[in-house]
């Protein structure tokens, strides 16, 4: 394993479509000059390592990324809005960081975005209605983060959605009969939260009935 920071110098490589780091010991923050050189890259993964800081804005100016790996680090702060301009983004796996405050509208300007890991942050606020945006999704994780509110009845438009993780947070009400509908055309084949028998006013948890795992 390659153990270190990463030189604020590094990039400048047109052409260059993938960059992988994965599985190593590298600490320290993502330089901004790595990624705002590389105007052709396809792929930046760099999962998997102790990086810490927040997410460059510089990510989002590079309009040619299909995957951001950068799970199991310890990144902080927020989403980047200039993440909207990735409008050819299909994974963004932020999952086991310490990613906190809700979801930004760029989020949903990623119209092919086809894997969206976000588990095991700090993630806060309510699921937008916007996720209906988000029409090619094939696998979304929220669970272990502290999102309060109601399931949006939106999910009719995500017709490929076939894992939907969202246990482990604060949600409430019932599960919509856009999401159950996915499960009974047997499209949606995993579906997670934390159920609720009751769903009386004020308690934790969700009311349903159409769930592969209640946890």
Same mark, same amino acid.
């Given at each position: 394993a390659i153990e270190g920071t990463i030189p604020n110098d590094l990039g400048g490589w047109t052409g260059l479509r993938m960059f992988s780091i994965s599985? $190593?010991? %590298? +600490? =320290?923050?993502?330089?901004?000059?790595?990624?705002?050189?590389?105007? #052709?890259?396809?792929?930046? $993964? *760099? /999962?998997? $390592?102790?990086?810490?800081?927040?997410?460059? @804005?510089a990510m989002g100016t590079v309009a040619s990324l299909r995957e951001i790996r950068l799970e199991y680090n310890d990144l902080d702060g927020t989403i980047p809005d200039s993440f909207h301009a990735l409008d050819r983004l299909e994974t963004l796996n932020l999952a @086991? $960081?310490?990613?906190?405050?809700? %979801?930004? +509208? *760029?989020?949903? #300007?990623?119209?092919?975005? @086809?894997?969206?890991?976000?588990? /095991?942050?700090? %993630?806060? =606020?309510? %699921?937008?209605?916007?996720?209906s945006r988000l029409s090619h999704l094939e696998l979304l994780t929220l669970n272990h983060n502290r999102l309060v509110g109601t399931v949006p009845d939106v999910f009719s438009k995500t017709r490929f959605l076939q894992e939907m993780h969202l246990h482990n947070n604060e949600l409430t009400g019932t599960m919509p009969n856009s999401v159950c509908t996915l499960t009974t055309n047997h499209r949606l084949t995993y579906l997670s939260a934390t159920c609720t028998e009751t769903n009386n006013a004020g308690e934790l948890g969700v009311k349903c009935d159409c769930c592969t795992d209640c946890l």
């Open positions: 599985h $190593n010991q %590298l +600490y =320290g923050s993502i330089p901004s000059t790595l990624l705002s050189t590389s105007p #052709d890259l396809h792929i930046f $993964n *760099a /999962g998997h $390592n102790k990086f810490s800081g927040t997410l460059p @804005e @086991e $960081n310490k990613i906190h405050g809700s %979801l930004p +509208y *760029a989020v949903y #300007d990623m119209d092919r975005l @086809e894997t969206l890991y976000l588990h /095991g942050n700090q %993630l806060t =606020g309510q %699921l937008s209605p916007d996720f």
